[in-house]
């Protein structure tokens, strides 16, 4: 089967082909000649999703699922959450946003913070979702030079390493995108 995996994010391209079986050939949006920026002006993840898979399907029509996560911060109130890609400011950078977390933080105690991810997928027109999320904490700096967006100031629970300091795999077994994908994989399997 072939699907697409509506995301120009290379790193999320990698995460989820490594996780997929060999019965699912993953192609990608430069494959399928699509270059533009796909939209995402909801308030919530499942609805961020659904709008970048069908943005996808309804132009290409084609088999395609697409992600949304938010990092959310106990202390902050859920922020940045939806808002995690432009925390900052638009236009901005993972270093901007990781700083202003830092910043927004500093002498605080409470470091509890959760990834979540809604996966949408659209199969011949109908949409399925598949959810994931892990816990952890926010460093108190950046650590680690892997992954991408937050990883460098994200300690899972359990692990005494940044998700930057982990390798792919690693992070694969546990992250809140692999949690979504594993689901994914399995329904896929399934049916
Ligand atoms: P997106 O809208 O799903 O691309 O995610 C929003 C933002 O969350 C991204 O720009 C990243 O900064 C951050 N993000 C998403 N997934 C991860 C992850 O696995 N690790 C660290 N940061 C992430």
Redesign the pocket.
């Known amino acids: 089967m072939e699907l697409i995996f509506a ?1 120009n ?1 290379l ?2 391209l990698k ?1 989820v082909q490594s996780l997929l079986d060999n019965k699912i050939k993953l192609r990608s949006l430069k494959e399928i000649g699509c270059a533009e920026e796909i939209p ?1 002006d909801y308030e919530t ?1 499942k609805e ?1 999703a659904a709008q970048k898979a069908h943005y996808i399907f309804d132009k290409y029509n084609i088999n395609c699922f697409a ?5 959310e911060i106990d202390a902050l109130n859920g922020e940045p959450g939806v808002y ?2 432009r925390y900052a400011g638009e236009p901005c950078s ?1 270093e901007d ?1 990781m700083n202003k977390v830092l910043e927004k933080l500093q002498g605080i105690e409470n470091r509890k913070a959760c ?1 979540k ?1 809604v996966i949408a997928l659209i199969l011949e027109g109908k949409e399925y979702y598949f959810e994931g999320q892990v816990n952890g904490e926010i460093l108190t700096e950046k650590t680690g030079i892997d ?5 460098p100031i ?1 300690k899972p629970e359990g692990y005494d390493l940044s ?1 930057a300091q982990m390798s792919l795999d690693e ?1 694969n077994k546990i ?3 692999a949690r979504a994908t594993k689901k994914l994989v399995e329904f896929l399997k399934n049916r």
């Open positions: 995301t994010n790193h999320k995460e995402e993840l961020n992600d949304d996560t938010g990092l995690s890609a993972f946003n990834f991810t992954g991408f967006g937050y990883d994200f998700f992070k992250s809140h995108r």
